[in-house]
C-alpha cells in the first residue's frame, strides 16, 4: 500500500465512522485520478459498495468534478453522486454505477439500444445548456489540443521534423476546422462522452463518468465521439443512421442544429477530425511521457477515421496527403475526368 492509498485508508476510516469496509481497485484513468471500489459487510446508508476518487492535488483539481456533477445531475444525467469530500486532500467518495460500460457490452445486437439511451441523454444535457457556466471551448483550446498532434505525434512518436511546406498544410487545416467548429451551435460539451466512460444501468441509463473536462462548446462534438469511439467502430451507414436518429429529436427540441441533415453530418465529421488530430497527440504523450503504451494500440483506428473523413473532403485534403507522406502511405490510384 503506497503513501496515498494510505491516507485515503485513514480519511475513509474518518469518514464513515468506522464502518468495516475492503478497499479494491476500481480503475484507473488516463490522467493521475486513481478509483478504489469501498465494499462493505453490511450497507453503509443502503450502500453496499461505494467509489472513492483519489486525485493528488499536485496535479489534479477536484472542484471541477463536483461543480459539473451536480451540472449534470440538474440536467437529468445519471451520475455519481457525492457522498464526502475532501478537496484539500484531493478524496471523493462517491455512489457506485457498477462495472458494466458500454465497450464491455456493445455489439450490432445491443447498440441501437445503447445509442439510443445515450443520444436521449446528451440531449438533455444540451438542452440544460447556458453559456457563460462552464469554461468556453474557443479557438485557443481547440488550438492547444491539435498542437499535441505535431508536438506528440509526429515529433515523438513517428521521430519527423515537419517542413515548412507541410507545417503549412497542417496550420490550414486547423485553421479551417476551426472556423467551422466556432461557428456551430453552443452547448454543454461533455468532451470524452464514449463507451469507456458510459456505464449500463437499471435505472436512467446510462451512468456518466469522467466530465470533470466539461466546457462549453460545438453541438456535434460529444455524438462525435460516442460514434466514431477510439475503441470500437461501426460501418459507414450504421454511424448515419445513429447521427439522424440524434438529429431529428435534437432538431425537435429546439436545439441548434443545422436544418439540414447533410449540413449537420458534414459538421459532426469535420468536428471528428478536430478531435481524431487530438487524441492521436494524446495517445502518443500516454505512451511516450507516462509510459502508458496500451493506447498505442487504438492508434490505427483512430488514424483510419481521421483519413476517411480528410479523402471525403476536397478542403482537407492536402491533410490527407500529409499524413501519407508522414507515414509514407502511397496514394490511392484512381481516375479523374
Known amino acids: 500500500m503506497d503513501d496515498r492509498q494510505q491516507q485515503l485508508s485513514a480519511w475513509l476510516n474518518t469518514v464513515l465512522q468506522q464502518a468495516d469496509f475492503s478497499l479494491t481497485s ?86 441501437p439500444k445503447l445509442y439510443l439511451a445515450a443520444t436521449d441523454a446528451l440531449i438533455k444535457l444540451q438542452l440544460a445548456s447556458k453559456p457563460d457556466v462552464l469554461p468556453y471551448y474557443d479557438q485557443a483550446l481547440l488550438m492547444r489540443e491539435m498542437q499535441l498532434f505535431p508536438e506528440w505525434y509526429v515529433a515523438k512518436h513517428l521521430h519527423v521534423e515537419l517542413n515548412e511546406a507541410q507545417q503549412a498544410v497542417l496550420n490550414n487545416t486547423f485553421a479551417v476546422l476551426n472556423k467551422n467548429i466556432l461557428a456551430q451551435g453552443q452547448v454543454y460539451v461533455h468532451r470524452d462522452y464514449h463507451s469507456r466512460n458510459l456505464m449500463i444501468t437499471k435505472e436512467n441509463n446510462p451512468g456518466v463518468l469522467d466530465f470533470q473536462d466539461a466546457v462549453y462548446g460545438a453541438i456535434s462534438y460529444d455524438l462525435v465521439s460516442l460514434l466514431k469511439d477510439a475503441y470500437i467502430s461501426w460501418e459507414e451507414d450504421q454511424l448515419i443512421d445513429w447521427a439522424v436518429r440524434y438529429w431529428q429529436p435534437a432538431k425537435k427540441a429546439g436545439l441548434p442544429v443545422p436544418d439540414d441533415f447533410s449540413e449537420f453530418y458534414r459538421d459532426f465529421e469535420w468536428m471528428g477530425a478536430q478531435r481524431h488530430i487530438k487524441v492521436l497527440g494524446i495517445f502518443a504523450r500516454l505512451s511516450h511521457r507516462d509510459g502508458k503504451n496500451a493506447y498505442l494500440q487504438d492508434m490505427p483506428l483512430v488514424m483510419s477515421h481521421l483519413r476517411k473523413v480528410c479523402e471525403r473532403y476536397v478542403e482537407l485534403r492536402p491533410m490527407l496527403r500529409l499524413l501519407n507522406q508522414l507515414e509514407n502511405v502511397k496514394a490511392k490510384e484512381g481516375y479523374t475526368f
Open 26 to 111: 476500481a480503475s484507473a484513468d488516463a490522467s493521475f485520478r486513481r478509483y478504489f471500489r469501498v465494499s462493505f459487510a453490511v450497507p453503509y446508508l443502503g450502500y453496499h459498495s461505494l467509489i472513492v476518487m483519489d486525485a493528488p492535488p499536485a496535479q489534479e483539481d477536484c472542484r471541477p468534478f463536483v461543480n459539473i456533477a451536480q451540472l449534470f445531475a440538474a440536467a437529468g444525467l445519471n451520475v455519481p453522486k457525492i457522498i464526502a469530500q475532501d478537496l484539500a486532500q484531493g478524496f471523493l467518495l462517491l455512489s457506485d454505477l457498477g462495472d458494466d460500460t458500454y465497450l464491455m457490452h456493445l455489439s450490432a445486437k445491443t447498440a
